[in-house]
Nanobody
Framework: QVHLVESGGRPVQAGGSLRLSCVGS????????????MGWFRQTPTEERREVAS???????RYADSVKGRFTISQDNANNTLYLQMNNLKPEDTAVYYC?????????????????WGQGTQVTVSS
């Protein structure tokens, strides 16, 4: 079993910052997390789930254009944790944020394949 648990979402005013965390667990996660494509997605009631940021085992990092320069993805392999630092938040960043992991997929260049998902954490940015 693989479990991803997000935390850190809460209401915040525009211009503020949040750091989301995603802790992974399970034998497969422990074994493959360092050779995996990991990332954050977000979804609103009116939009499909979309990739926000990703990081892979080669150290390649990608961001959606809408968050470049404001969001930073990072990971702490020693603690099985993926982070998303979000600065200068805007109302349009309001969404449920999901952690994703394609275990054993060393590169994110081809996109996520059969990812594991967390349960999501709500970020609400007010103007």
């Amino acid at each position: 079993q693989v479990h991803l648990v997000e935390s850190g979402g809460r209401p915040v005013q525009a211009g503020g910052s949040l750091r989301l965390s995603c802790v992974g667990s399970g034998d497969a996660y422990i074994r493959y997390s360092t050779t995996s494509c990991m990332g954050w997605f977000r979804q609103t009631p009116t939009e499909e789930r979309r990739e926000v940021a990703s990081i892979d085992s080669y150290g390649d990092i990608r961001y959606a254009d809408s968050v470049k320069g404001r969001f930073t993805i990072s990971q702490d392999n020693a603690n099985n944790t993926l982070y998303l630092q979000m600065n200068n938040l805007k109302p349009e960043d309001t969404a449920v944020y999901y952690c994703a992991a394609s275990l054993g997929l060393p590169s994110c260049s081809g996109g996520f394949i059969r990812p594991y998902w967390g349960q999501g954490t709500q970020v609400t940015v007010s103007s």
